[in-house]
């Protein structure tokens, strides 16, 4: 073989040996992201005994599918009601945050006012606060409204985040100037160039930060245990806890409640991931 055919099939074996060392390590890491799935299906499709038991077995012999009627069935722990007030909390929460973070950061960017900068100083200021300090506060002040064990208790400290209106500020200055410039010929005022051209140009970031903002929401523990008081008003974070306590332990069910639990966030994210990239793409976010 002379030399320029060497050095072609020397290449071409490093490019194929690169690429099955790829996909290799492709393999591995979709196996390390897929085994804690498989490890809630197959537990909380077992017993107590067989979870525990010291020798390993792929699967359970029987399959206890009547777990899953256990759980919902449990008069302790009301498990479908605590699903039902995570879905109302994430998507009020969601819808508040989409839209009272992007007027918020749509004025920032455009609207020009005398003390724009200040308000942001603000906005910026409280990403610097930790979360631990305006706990005790905001506990305070929404136990003085009565809101303790109720779903307002929950949901409006959530409806506004500065940290969401900074990313809207900070898109919307990227956002062309000519596409409003051409609103305002056609009469248009802020809020009609906001709402008309700005909203509808820019439905992957919105969709990016209301999946990130879902998620966070669903998987809120502290605020919810603290608010949630009596079982009524439980999230399904809470109501997992309840497994897992001093004096008890409930394995299979808690093992099927999680992966109930992270049912409808794998249903947001397989609809909306194609958004979520784009606007993480479109955002500048560096990962």
Do not use: C
């Not at 060497?6 to 690169?18: E, H, M, P, Q, T």
């Not at 498990?79 to 839209?99: E, K, P, R």
């Not at 303790?148 to 062309?176: D, E, K, N, W």
């Not at 497994?243 to 299979?252: C, E, G, P, V």
């Amino acid at each position: 073989m002379d030399g320029p055919h060497a050095v072609g099939y020397a290449r071409s074996a490093r490019g194929r040996i690169g690429a099955v060392a790829r996909y290799s390590a492709l393999v591995v890491a979709a196996l390390l992201f897929l085994l804690p799935f498989y490890l809630l299906v197959r537990n909380g499709l077992a017993t107590d005994a067989e979870i525990t038991a010291p020798n390993w077995t792929f699967f359970p012999t029987t399959l206890h599918w009547g777990n899953i009627g256990e759980l919902f069935a449990d008069p302790s722990v009301p498990m479908a009601h605590a699903l039902l007030n995570s879905v109302l909390v994430s998507v009020l929460q969601t819808i508040g945050q989409v839209v009272l973070s992007s007027m918020a950061g749509y004025g920032l960017a455009r609207i020009p006012f005398r003390y724009s900068n200040w308000v942001l100083a603000a906005i910026v200021a409280t990403l610097m606060i930790p979360a631990a300090v305006t706990f005790v506060p905001t506990f305070v002040v929404v136990s003085s409204l009565g809101w303790v064990s109720t779903l307002r208790g929950l949901i409006v400290p959530g409806l506004f985040s500065g940290f969401t209106a900074f990313l809207f500020r900070q898109y919307f200055l990227s956002f062309p100037k000519e596409l409003e410039e051409a609103a305002r010929v056609d009469g248009l005022g802020h809020w009609g160039a906001y709402w008309r051209i700005v909203v509808p140009n820019s439905t992957g970031f919105i969709a990016a930060i209301g999946v990130i903002t879902f998620l966070g929401s669903w998987n809120a523990f502290l605020w919810p245990l603290v608010i949630g008081q009596d079982s009524s008003s439980w999230t399904v974070q809470v109501a997992l806890s309840s497994f897992l306590t001093a004096q008890t332990i409930n394995l299979h069910e808690l093992f099927v409640a999680a992966a109930v639990s992270i049912l409808p966030l794998l249903l947001v994210f397989v609809f909306l991931q194609r958004y979520l990239v784009q606007g993480v793409a479109e955002s500048g976010i560096k990962g």
